[in-house]
């Protein structure tokens, strides 16, 4: 059982996979970081001096505890998903401008029905020319 598991963790794509996922979370933190401390600030600025964080819709009291719709919250975890999502979308499409350029290195266009053609009556004229 050892030896499967050993088998199956040292596989390429499961090492690619635990790398991505380190990076990944990496990634969120740096990208929460930058909407909470830079980008939220400055919007909040621009609109009124509003702190996102704190915008809230109490929708009613339960003793000395309130019971809110954190709304700011959520438009700042939205801002935090929508740079993610635009980062990723970004990143997979230059992955895949290198991809498609080593497929048209690696793949010879076939011959065109024209070409094919040609090559059959030049073979046929070098035959009877031989022959």
């Known amino acids: 059982m050892f030896q499967e598991f050993k088998k ?3 596989r390429g794509n499961v090492i690619d996979l635990a790398v991505g996922v ?3 979370g990496a990634f969120g933190k740096i990208v929460t970081s930058l909407v909470n401390d830079i ?3 400055i919007i909040g600025l621009i609109v009124g001096r509003i ?4 915008l809230k819709l109490v929708i009613g009291k339960q003793g000395d505890t309130e019971l809110a719709i ?3 919250q959520f438009i700042q975890n939205a801002l935090d998903f929508l740079i993610i999502a635009f980062s990723i979308f970004m990143f997979i499409k230059f992955i895949n401008s290198f991809k498609k ?4 290195k690696a793949v010879p266009p076939s011959p065109s029905k024209e070409e094919l053609l040609l090559q059959e009556i030049r073979d ?4 009877k020319n031989n022959g």
């Open 124 to 127: 046929l004229l070098k035959e």
């Open 22 to 24: 380190v990076i990944g």
């Open 51 to 54: 702190n996102f964080a704190d």
């Open 8 to 10: 199956f963790a040292m």
């Open 101 to 104: 350029k080593e497929e048209a």
């Open 39 to 41: 980008i939220m600030p």
């Open 70 to 72: 954190l709304y700011g």
